[in-house]
Every structure is written in C-alpha cells, then in structure tokens.
C-alpha cells in the first residue's frame, strides 16, 4: 500500500476509478485519491490477480486472488488463435461467437436442464 499512496501522489491518474462503468460513451474516469475514500477494494491485474481490503496505509489484507491473470489468458490466446498482442486477442474476442469455447448447459447435460428451466444454449460455466 505504501508504494501505491507513493504512486499515486507521482502521477495521481495512474490510479483511477469509473463513475458511470456502465454509461460506454462516457464512462467518467477519474482520479481515485487513496486519503479521502476508505475503505476500499484494491485489485491488481498482473500476472495474477489480487483483491486487497484496504483500511489504511498500513491496514489492509489480503481477500482473496489468483494466479490467472493477464499472462495466462494472453499465453492462451495466443497459442490458440495465433494473435500477437492483447489488444489483438480482445478484437478478436469481441468478433467471435463465444458459444465455441463457453461450457453450454447443453455440453453438461445434452440439452436443456428442464428441472431448473435452464435451456441448452444458456453459458453454464467460461
């Protein structure tokens, strides 16, 4: 946390935060200042991923993450669509039919799962 606080006073835009996420036109990116907004979640999109509860600079701890992040998806796309970069794997993520590699209620189960009402074509699991 400390380091993060040192950053952010540095350069204060290299962390920020979205107002509006769901508004794609306009999104209202902001300046997250870490003295006036606590507590918060930190997550850290690296090779992995962390999610951080943070009360101060000196109290905080660790929620949960994983070792999958960024690296590992990237690795994969490139391995399996032949792409150099991620912003090259995410064109072609947001070009393709995502039933191709989602685990379909179908795929479990053969069809649709009648005594959930779940039909076949619905994503189970990505």
Do not use: W
């Amino acid at each position: 946390m400390f380091h993060i606080n040192f950053n952010s006073k540095l350069n204060p835009k290299e962390c920020f935060y979205y107002e509006e996420p769901q508004n794609e036109s306009n999104p209202n990116k902001h300046p997250f200042i870490f003295d006036t907004k606590r507590p918060f979640l930190l997550v850290n999109i690296g090779s992995g991923i962390s999610i951080l509860h943070v009360d101060s600079e000196r109290n905080y701890r660790r929620i949960t993450g994983t070792s999958i992040g960024d690296g590992t998806f990237l690795g994969l796309c490139c391995l399996l669509t032949g792409c150099s970069s991620y912003d090259e794997a995410i064109q072609l993520a947001t070009e393709r039919d995502s039933t191709k590699v989602d685990k379909l209620v179908k795929d479990i189960y053969g069809g649709d799962y009648e005594r959930f009402g779940l039909p076949g074509h619905i994503v189970a699991s990505r």
